[in-house]
Structures are given as structure tokens and as C-alpha cells.
């Protein structure tokens, strides 16, 4: 082959390797055009000031925004930044409906389902809580505490890993600050770039004290797991960006130092040099006087805190003494039982009313040690307090060695701690001495009642004993009178035919006259006794009729004339003419004769009765 054609094939195998290399940029130029979109799709917290939030009218902004922005001017992609809630954003990009998530702290939950860029701001997360509370440095420090948190916010994963549970989630940072502000919660967990700014804003920074940082996270990007070529964009897209403009960004929104104008820069750093060389002096001299004040002031409150400790000490010590000896004085027994009925504690000032002594019952049941009937009576009662709270008035009697015995328990329920079953307080009194009072009422109860029964029993023999006196006694006045009525009947009937008989002296007819008027008086007063029987007997009968009061009390008159003459005492009667009365003629005789007979037996000899009777209103006064 000649030089020439040597040559030529040079050139021909040069000219189809660069139509190699030419086609095959080619095919990668249209490949890349082809993998690389003309728009993304980043979601991001809109609520995380200064590095994204809304202005007034609603716009995002923010370090990131402009940070974003910048890789959208180097790169000629369109970044559609959507800013909503933080949870929301997450689960946008994790259902695949964005491309790339910001300001996400790398967690070892999250790295499980996002690939990270690299860091670019460090982020320190502290606890937040209100003015009043102390105490509070780290995550131990806040079990028993509510704590406000944005709901998918890294500070939940770490609190969860320190054991904590009790949470109040809300959808953004400014959300929590706002629950704070009204006392929703008194303690939150947030990033201090945002707390500090709402804090400020809401004039509440006065109002609420930081911890140390809990841990100090880092800001990412992040992609889905697994989207490598998105990944390579976003990273490639952030290299086209100078440090400076990245600086320059930063310094917009998170300020940068004051330079003076004019200044030299080397006299400016020699300034900041020596400044801080004093400035470090002058610290370090205020550090040691503040740390002798310190010093100074801790040992003051060590001494005040020993002395407080020391008086604590006697006053628990005193504490203790007293109550050992309010124990000790009360004279009920005082157990402390498990749910079981087993002997925990036995405190006992009489130690002979205890089954056996305090050493061998603990660990001990009360089946173990009681009468069946006894121990059931426990368990009832430590069952009732169980389900009440506390138990009274149980009672249960023992055979001891001293003898037999009553007792009167009280139960009380005690809460215990560390998830251990409740015990119960039982005070055991001793009402021996009352069951026999009550035993010997009883006795004298029943003794009465015999005594009663009896009484009541001779009672009713004496009731019917007078009943039968009193109805011989009736029998008796009733038999009398009617045999004294006889006779009397036949004597004034004879006394009648010698008055009717006209060849009597006047002497002898004025003599029957007496025997007549004596007689009747007689027969009245046999009816009179008839009378006290109906009255005794309750069978007074009573005949009203229209009487003249002045015939009446005539008659009346008439019928004691005698008895007046011989005590030569004068009766008069006044005027009652036109006088009436409804009443029954006999019984009211018998009161007028009742009236002047005693007029008449009570006066003295000579002397004078006037009768009269007058109306008084619708009644009779005489």
C-alpha cells in the first residue's frame, strides 16, 4: 500500500470517528432533553419564618424562596413552589404529586423513605414553656407535661424516642404560638427560628423561657427513595450556584454585620481584634466577679437550704414523733391489709386483743388466723371499701385468751404507686363493753316487757273487777229503790185517804198534811238515787217540755217548807211571771230543790232564803 493510500485511510478512519462521536453526542444531547423536565414541583412548610412564610397578600417568602428562584435562573427549569401545611407537604411528595420537599430535617425514620441533599443550615430545637413553670432542661424533665407540637414535626419522632406520649398536634408552627398564647398548652417543642419570630411578632417573648437545644437538626432537600435522576438534578442545579450569591441570600434575610464606611479593612479587622481581645477580658472579668457572686450566692442559698433541710429534718422528725405517739394513745388496733386480707403493717397499743403477737401475722391471712365466720366479715368489709372507698360498722367477735371479745372495724382505701394493687387501712375497736350494755338492755327490755304484761294483765283483772263491782252496786241501788218505793207508794196512798177523810181533827189533817209532804220529798229522793244509777249506768234519759219557771220553783218551795219551818227560816220568791223554759220539768225541780235545801241546811236559824230567777241572754240565771 503507497504513503498515499495510507494517508487517505487515516483520514477516512478520522473522519468516521468524528461522525461517531457527533452522532453519539447527538443521541445524548436528545437523551438528556428528553430526561430533563421543564418544571418541578417542590413543597415546602409555608409557615417557617425566615426561611419561608407568606406576606401579607398571601405570596410565599423567604430565604428559600429567593434560594429556589436562584436554581430556577441557573438551571432554566421552572420550579413550582407550593407552600401548605407541614404534613400535607410530606404526604404530597410521598404520594408522588411533588417532585422535592425543603427544610426537612434528616431523621433515622425518614431516611427509610426519602433520599437527602446535603445540609445547609443547622437548626437548634429547644422545649418552650410558659414564665411560671421551672425545671424544665430536657425531654426527661417533661413527663407529665401536654406537649404542643406540629403535627409530622421531627420533634415528635425524638420525643417519642425518650419515651414520651402526651401530645397536642396542631398544623403549623404559628398554630402552636397562638394554643400558647390563649393557655391551651403551657409547653411546646418548636424550631427557635420560627419560635422566636412569632414569639416577637405576638409580643409573648416575655411570657415564655427556652431550654437548652433537646438535639440541633439540619436542614435538606429531599427527594422520594429511590428518584436518582431527580435527585442529580436538584444537586446539579444547586452546584451552578456561587457561594456568594448563596451568602448574599442569607445575609437578605438573616442580616449580616454593620460595616463602617471608609474604614480600611485592615484597621477594621485590627479593630475587631482588639475589641475582642478586650471584650474577652472584660468577660472573662465579669465571669470571675459573677462567678464569686455566684459562688457567694449558691453558698448562701446552700446554707439557707442546709438550715431549711436541718428544720425539715425536726419538723418530720417531730412529725414522726407526734404521730407515733397519737398511735400509741389510740385504743383501737390499726392493720394494714392487701386485697387478699394478707397483713401488711399491725399497729397495736393492747397487744392482748390481737389473735397472736404482731411479728407472726404479717405475711399472713385473716383465714389463716380467724374464725371462719370472723375472717369472712374482713373480707366483706375490705371488698366493700374496695368498691366505696371505705367501709364502716363491721363487726366481728373473736375467742381470745383473755376472753371473748367484740370488735368494730372501719376500712379505708390507700392508692398505691408503681401499679401495685390498693391496700386498705382497717381500725379494729374494741366495743365489748357496749355489746354487753347492749346485751344487758336487751335482757332488761324483756324483763320490763314481762313487767308490763303483767301490770297490764292485773289491770284488766281490776277493770273487770270494778266493772263487776259497779254493776252489783247498780243492781243493788236499782233493787233498793224499788223496794223502798213500794212502801212509800202505800204510805202516801193511806196518807191521802186519812186527808180525804173529813171527820179528822184539823190537828190530825195538818199532820197528814206533814206525812204527805215528807213522803214526797222521800219518794223524790229514792228518785234521785234511782237517778245517780241511770247517770252512773250512762242511761239518763232526758224529756224536754215547755215549763212555767214560776209554777215550777212554787212547787219546789212548797216541798221544803218544812224543812224551812223547822229551822224557822222564811222563803220567799220573786216575781217570774211570763218566765218559760224548754227542759225537762223533773230534772230541773230536782236542781231548785237541790239548791234550796242547801240554802236552807247551811243558814242559820232565823234566817231568810230568797228565790228568784231571771234570763240571762238565751240561758236561765237563778
Same mark, same amino acid.
Given at each position: 500500500?503507497?504513503?498515499?493510500?495510507?494517508?487517505?485511510?487515516?483520514?477516512?478512519?478520522?473522519?468516521?470517528?468524528?461522525?461517531?462521536?457527533?452522532?453519539?453526542?447527538?443521541?445524548?444531547?436528545?437523551?438528556?432533553?428528553?430526561?430533563?423536565?421543564?418544571?418541578?414541583?417542590?413543597?415546602?412548610?409555608?409557615?417557617?419564618?425566615?426561611?419561608?412564610?407568606?406576606?401579607?397578600?398571601?405570596?410565599?417568602?423567604?430565604?428559600?424562596?429567593?434560594?429556589?428562584?436562584?436554581?430556577?435562573? $441557573?438551571?432554566?427549569?421552572?420550579?413550582?413552589?407550593?407552600?401548605?401545611?407541614?404534613?400535607?407537604?410530606?404526604?404530597?411528595?410521598?404520594?408522588?404529586?411533588?417532585?422535592?420537599?425543603?427544610?426537612?430535617?434528616?431523621?433515622?425514620?425518614?431516611?427509610?423513605?426519602?433520599?437527602?441533599?446535603?445540609?445547609?443550615?443547622?437548626?437548634?430545637?429547644?422545649?418552650?414553656?410558659?414564665?411560671?413553670?421551672?425545671?424544665?432542661?430536657?425531654?426527661?424533665?417533661?413527663?407529665?407535661?401536654?406537649?404542643?407540637?406540629?403535627?409530622?414535626?421531627?420533634?415528635?419522632?425524638?420525643?417519642?424516642?425518650?419515651?414520651?406520649?402526651?401530645?397536642?398536634?396542631?398544623?403549623?408552627?404559628?398554630?402552636?404560638?397562638?394554643?400558647?398564647?390563649?393557655?391551651?398548652?403551657?409547653?411546646?417543642?418548636?424550631?427557635?427560628?420560627?419560635?422566636?419570630?412569632?414569639?416577637?411578632?405576638?409580643?409573648?417573648?416575655?411570657?415564655?423561657?427556652?431550654?437548652?437545644?433537646?438535639?440541633?437538626?439540619?436542614?435538606?432537600?429531599?427527594?422520594?427513595?429511590?428518584?436518582?435522576?431527580?435527585?442529580?438534578?436538584?444537586?446539579?442545579?444547586?452546584?451552578?450556584?456561587?457561594?456568594?450569591?448563596?451568602?448574599?441570600?442569607?445575609?437578605?434575610?438573616?442580616?449580616?454585620?454593620?460595616?463602617?464606611?471608609?474604614?480600611?479593612?485592615?484597621?477594621?479587622?485590627?479593630?475587631?481584634?482588639?475589641?475582642?481581645?478586650?471584650?474577652?477580658?472584660?468577660?472573662?472579668?465579669?465571669?470571675?466577679?459573677?462567678?464569686?457572686?455566684?459562688?457567694?450566692?449558691?453558698?448562701?442559698?446552700?446554707?439557707?437550704?442546709? $438550715?431549711?433541710?436541718?428544720?425539715?429534718?425536726?419538723?418530720?422528725?417531730?412529725?414522726?414523733?407526734?404521730?407515733?405517739?397519737?398511735?400509741?394513745?389510740?385504743?383501737?388496733?390499726?392493720?394494714?391489709?392487701?386485697?387478699?386480707?394478707?397483713?401488711?403493717?399491725?399497729?397495736?397499743? $393492747?397487744?392482748?386483743?390481737?389473735?397472736?403477737?404482731?411479728?407472726?401475722?404479717?405475711? $399472713?391471712?385473716?383465714?389463716?388466723?380467724?374464725?371462719?365466720?370472723?375472717?369472712?366479715?374482713?373480707?366483706?368489709?375490705?371488698?366493700? +371499701?374496695?368498691?366505696?372507698?371505705?367501709?364502716?360498722?363491721?363487726?366481728?367477735?373473736?375467742?381470745?385468751?383473755?376472753?371473748?371479745?367484740?370488735?368494730?372495724?372501719?376500712?379505708?382505701?390507700?392508692?398505691?404507686?408503681?401499679?401495685?394493687?390498693?391496700?386498705?387501712?382497717?381500725?379494729?375497736?374494741?366495743?365489748?363493753?357496749?355489746?354487753?350494755?347492749?346485751?344487758?338492755? +336487751?335482757?332488761?327490755?324483756?324483763?320490763?316487757?314481762?313487767?308490763?304484761?303483767?301490770?297490764?294483765?292485773?289491770?284488766?283483772?281490776?277493770?273487770?273487777?270494778?266493772?263487776?263491782?259497779?254493776? +252489783?252496786?247498780?243492781?243493788?241501788?236499782?233493787?233498793?229503790?224499788?223496794?223502798?218505793?213500794?212502801?212509800?207508794?202505800?204510805?202516801?196512798?193511806?196518807?191521802?185517804?186519812?186527808?180525804?177523810?173529813?171527820?179528822?181533827?184539823?190537828?190530825?189533817?195538818?199532820?197528814?198534811?206533814?206525812?204527805?209532804?215528807?213522803?214526797?220529798?222521800?219518794?223524790?229522793?229514792?228518785?234521785?238515787?234511782?237517778?245517780?244509777?241511770?247517770?252512773?249506768?250512762?242511761?239518763?234519759?232526758?224529756?224536754?217540755?215547755?215549763?212555767?219557771?214560776?209554777?215550777?220553783?212554787?212547787?219546789?218551795?212548797?216541798?221544803?217548807?218544812?224543812?224551812?219551818?223547822?229551822?224557822?227560816?222564811?222563803?220567799?220568791?220573786?216575781?217570774?211571771?211570763?218566765?218559760?223554759?224548754?227542759?225537762?220539768?223533773?230534772?230541773?225541780?230536782?236542781?231548785?230543790?237541790?239548791?234550796?235545801?242547801?240554802?236552807?241546811?247551811?243558814?242559820?236559824?232565823?234566817?231568810?232564803?230568797?228565790?228568784?230567777?231571771?234570763?240571762?241572754?238565751?240561758?236561765?240565771?237563778?
Amino acid at each position: 500500500m503507497s504513503v498515499c493510500e495510507s494517508g487517505l485511510w487515516r483520514k477516512l478512519r478520522r473522519m468516521m470517528a468524528w461522525l461517531w462521536c457527533l452522532f453519539l453526542g447527538l443521541s445524548l444531547s436528545a437523551h438528556a432533553q428528553q430526561a430533563t423536565p421543564g418544571r418541578i414541583t417542590v413543597v415546602v412548610d409555608d409557615n417557617y419564618p425566615p426561611y419561608m412564610f407568606r406576606d401579607h397578600a398571601g405570596r410565599l417568602q423567604g430565604l428559600r424562596k429567593d434560594v429556589w428562584d436562584l436554581w430556577a435562573a $441557573r438551571t432554566g427549569i421552572q420550579v413550582n413552589l407550593v407552600g401548605m401545611d407541614w404534613a400535607k407537604a410530606q404526604a404530597q411528595i410521598l404520594s408522588g404529586q411533588a417532585d422535592v420537599i425543603d427544610t426537612l430535617f434528616e431523621t433515622p425514620q425518614r431516611k427509610a423513605t426519602y433520599d437527602f441533599g446535603p445540609a445547609y443550615s443547622d437548626i437548634e430545637v429547644p422545649i418552650f414553656f410558659h414564665e411560671s413553670i421551672a425545671g424544665i432542661a430536657n425531654a426527661e424533665s417533661l413527663k407529665g407535661f401536654t406537649i404542643g407540637v406540629k403535627e409530622g414535626d421531627a420533634c415528635v419522632d425524638y420525643l417519642v424516642s425518650q419515651g414520651l406520649q402526651s401530645f397536642r398536634k396542631y398544623p403549623s408552627y404559628e398554630a402552636v404560638i397562638d394554643a400558647a398564647a390563649v393557655g391551651e398548652v403551657r409547653v411546646f417543642c418548636e424550631d427557635k427560628p420560627p419560635a422566636t419570630y412569632f414569639l416577637v411578632l405576638k409580643q409573648l417573648e416575655h411570657q415564655f423561657r427556652s431550654s437548652p437545644p433537646l438535639f440541633i437538626g439540619q436542614f435538606h432537600w429531599a427527594v422520594r427513595k429511590g428518584d436518582v435522576l431527580t435527585h442529580k438534578l436538584v444537586q446539579d442545579g444547586f452546584a451552578r450556584i456561587s457561594s456568594a450569591e448563596m451568602r448574599e441570600v442569607r445575609d437578605r434575610w438573616l442580616g449580616s454585620a454593620v460595616e463602617v464606611a471608609g474604614v480600611p479593612a485592615y484597621l477594621r479587622y485590627g479593630a475587631y481584634t482588639l475589641l475582642g481581645i478586650g471584650a474577652v477580658a472584660l468577660l472573662l472579668g465579669m465571669w470571675n466577679i459573677a462567678l464569686r457572686r455566684r459562688v457567694a450566692l449558691r453558698t448562701s442559698e446552700l446554707s439557707v437550704s442546709l $438550715r431549711q433541710l436541718t428544720q425539715a429534718k425536726h419538723d418530720a422528725e417531730q412529725t414522726l414523733a407526734q404521730l407515733h405517739a397519737t398511735l400509741e394513745a389510740i385504743p383501737d388496733l390499726m392493720f394494714e391489709l392487701d386485697l387478699d386480707g394478707r397483713y401488711v403493717d399491725v399497729r397495736a397499743s $393492747r397487744a392482748e386483743l390481737l389473735v397472736m403477737p404482731p411479728a407472726q401475722l404479717l405475711g $399472713r391471712r385473716v383465714q389463716e388466723v380467724m374464725p371462719v365466720e370472723a375472717a369472712d366479715g374482713v373480707m366483706q368489709a375490705l371488698h366493700e +371499701a374496695a368498691e366505696h372507698g371505705a367501709a364502716f360498722n363491721t363487726q366481728i367477735s373473736l375467742d381470745l385468751p383473755s376472753g371473748p371479745r367484740w370488735f368494730e372495724l372501719s376500712v379505708a382505701r390507700k392508692r398505691m404507686s408503681g401499679g401495685q394493687r390498693d391496700h386498705f387501712i382497717v381500725l379494729s375497736r374494741d366495743v365489748t363493753d357496749r355489746k354487753l350494755v347492749e346485751q344487758a338492755l +336487751a335482757r332488761h327490755g324483756d324483763e320490763l316487757e314481762k313487767i308490763v304484761h303483767e301490770r297490764s294483765r292485773q289491770l284488766v283483772e281490776a277493770r273487770d273487777a270494778s266493772e263487776s263491782a259497779s254493776q +252489783a252496786k247498780s243492781e243493788f241501788l236499782s233493787r233498793m229503790s224499788h223496794e223502798l218505793r213500794t212502801p212509800m207508794n202505800a204510805i202516801l196512798g193511806f196518807a191521802q185517804l186519812i186527808d180525804m177523810d173529813a171527820t179528822g181533827s184539823p190537828r190530825s189533817r195538818a199532820h197528814v198534811q206533814e206525812i204527805l209532804r215528807a213522803g214526797k220529798h222521800l219518794l223524790h229522793l229514792i228518785n234521785d238515787v234511782l237517778d245517780l244509777e241511770q247517770v252512773e249506768s250512762g242511761r239518763v234519759t232526758l224529756l224536754p217540755e215547755q215549763l212555767e219557771v214560776s209554777a215550777l220553783c212554787a212547787e219546789a218551795v212548797a216541798l221544803v217548807q218544812p224543812l224551812a219551818d223547822q229551822q224557822e227560816i222564811t222563803l220567799s220568791m220573786g216575781s217570774m211571771n211570763d218566765l218559760a223554759l224548754m227542759a225537762d220539768g223533773t230534772r230541773v225541780k230536782q236542781v231548785v230543790l237541790n239548791l234550796l235545801s242547801n240554802a236552807i241546811k247551811y243558814n242559820r236559824r232565823g234566817g231568810h232564803v230568797w228565790l228568784e230567777a231571771q234570763p240571762e241572754g238565751d240561758k236561765l240565771d237563778g
